[in-house]
């Protein structure tokens, strides 16, 4: 089943980009205004961000985040077959951020969101930086195509570790130089070892682990922003905020993400992921009081957006 799949998404990815994107607007119709695929989830969650918009414009950030959606998956599939060459010119990043950290001697943790086109962040990333570069990813259950998702992200180099192997393979790797990429916009699975801030006004559980992790390392921390030019074009801008997070207050770091995690969704709210629970679990101050953060004083920063 395995060769069948790919074989048959490989020759689906040697297609002209002009019918990929014709592909991807008759899916637009088909999974977000025929099947409604999570529109209500979407729309709560753009209501609960958003509440100063109108209807009218709440719906146009999710009709164009439905027509990014659908564009990300076909050119996930297209990365199967894309070449080096060509993907370096359809995604253009300030890499030198990250290089200049590295030769330097300092490792790197990216902290990012889900936005659009995190695949193409992880192969052309892989390409431009001079080190190790690893990703943090949940298994997919269907085991085909999690293997097909596993060598679409590993064929120019990208080491990819499942989180429930994370301890163990991350002290392997981490003995050479690094750069880690790590998702800061999920939500906790654990409520009791959460940081509860704000996210739009509405308590949300960030990860504790990067920042911990950081501090631990002593790695430097670079946010990354991913946003759309044109269809099928991107550019990812790396913007460092510290090289010594050791030296920073507990939680700085978690609250200077997620001011910048919101400063991009306002910027662009069509170009993030608004199709997962993004204020899935209840805040209790009963029980997670103890988890507020106490809003250390974060230096101001500048993002080029």
């Given at each position: 089943?395995?060769?069948?799949g790919?074989?048959?998404?490989?020759?689906v990815?040697?297609?002209?980009?002009?019918?990929?994107?014709?592909?991807?607007?008759?899916?637009?119709?088909?999974i977000?205004?025929?099947?409604?695929?999570?529109?209500?989830?979407?729309l709560?969650?753009?209501?609960?961000?958003?509440?100063?918009?109108?209807?009218?414009?709440?719906?146009?950030?999710?009709?164009?985040?439905?027509?990014?959606l659908?564009?990300?998956?076909?050119?996930?599939?297209?990365l199967?077959?894309?070449?080096?060459?060509?993907?370096?010119?359809?995604?253009?990043?300030?890499?030198e951020?990250?290089?200049?950290?590295?030769?330097?001697?300092?490792?790197?943790?990216?902290?990012?969101?889900h936005?659009?086109?995190?695949?193409?962040?992880?192969?052309?990333?892989?390409?431009?930086?001079?080190?190790?570069?690893?990703?943090?990813?949940n298994?997919?259950t269907?085991?085909?195509?999690?293997?097909?998702?596993?060598?679409m992200r590993?064929?120019?180099?990208?080491?990819?570790i499942?989180?429930?192997?994370?301890?163990?393979?991350?002290?392997?790797?981490?003995?050479?130089?690094?750069?880690?990429?790590?998702?800061?916009?999920?939500?906790?699975?654990n409520?009791?070892?959460?940081?509860?801030?704000?996210?739009?006004?509405?308590?949300?559980?960030?990860?504790?682990?990067?920042?911990r992790?950081?501090?631990?390392?002593?790695?430097?921390?670079?946010?990354?922003?991913?946003?759309?030019?044109?269809?099928?074009?991107?550019?990812?801008v790396m913007?460092?905020?510290?090289?010594?997070?050791?030296?920073?207050?507990?939680?700085?770091?978690?609250?200077?993400?997620?001011?910048?995690l919101?400063?991009?969704?306002?910027?662009?709210?069509s170009?993030?992921?608004?199709?997962?629970?993004?204020?899935?679990?209840?805040?209790?101050d009963a029980?997670?009081?103890?988890?507020?953060?106490?809003?250390?004083?974060?230096?101001d920063?500048?993002?080029?957006?």
């Amino acid at each position: 089943m395995y060769y069948l799949g790919y074989y048959t998404l490989y020759l689906v990815s040697l297609l002209p980009w002009f019918i990929i994107y014709g592909l991807s607007d008759f899916l637009y119709l088909v999974i977000y205004k025929i099947f409604g695929y999570r529109k209500k989830v979407v729309l709560n969650n753009l209501i609960t961000a958003f509440p100063g918009k109108t209807d009218k414009e709440r719906q146009k950030i999710a009709n164009e985040m439905y027509h990014q959606l659908i564009d990300t998956f076909l050119e996930t599939i297209k990365l199967l077959s894309i070449t080096k060459e060509e993907l370096n010119k359809r995604f253009v990043c300030n890499y030198e951020v990250v290089n200049d950290l590295l030769d330097s001697g300092q490792n790197v943790q990216l902290h990012g969101g889900h936005f659009f086109n995190w695949e193409y962040v992880n192969l052309a990333y892989c390409i431009n930086i001079k080190s190790n570069f690893m990703g943090v990813y949940n298994p997919l259950t269907n085991k085909v195509m999690d293997k097909i998702m596993y060598d679409m992200r590993t064929r120019f180099g990208t080491i990819t570790i499942p989180t429930s192997n994370f301890n163990r393979a991350f002290l392997k790797y981490s003995k050479e130089k690094y750069v880690l990429a790590l998702g800061g916009d999920q939500n906790s699975s654990n409520l009791h070892n959460a940081y509860w801030l704000p996210f739009f006004g509405k308590m949300a559980p960030f990860v504790t682990g990067l920042e911990r992790m950081a501090v631990a390392k002593d790695t430097a921390i670079v946010f990354v922003n991913t946003h759309q030019v044109k269809r099928g074009y991107y550019r990812s801008v790396m913007s460092l905020y510290t090289t010594t997070p050791a030296a920073l207050p507990k939680g700085e770091i978690t609250i200077a993400f997620r001011n910048f995690l919101e400063e991009q969704i306002k910027q662009r709210p069509s170009n993030y992921l608004w199709t997962h629970k993004r204020w899935k679990h209840r805040f209790d101050d009963a029980k997670y009081s103890d988890m507020v953060l106490e809003y250390p004083k974060v230096r101001d920063s500048s993002y080029e957006l």
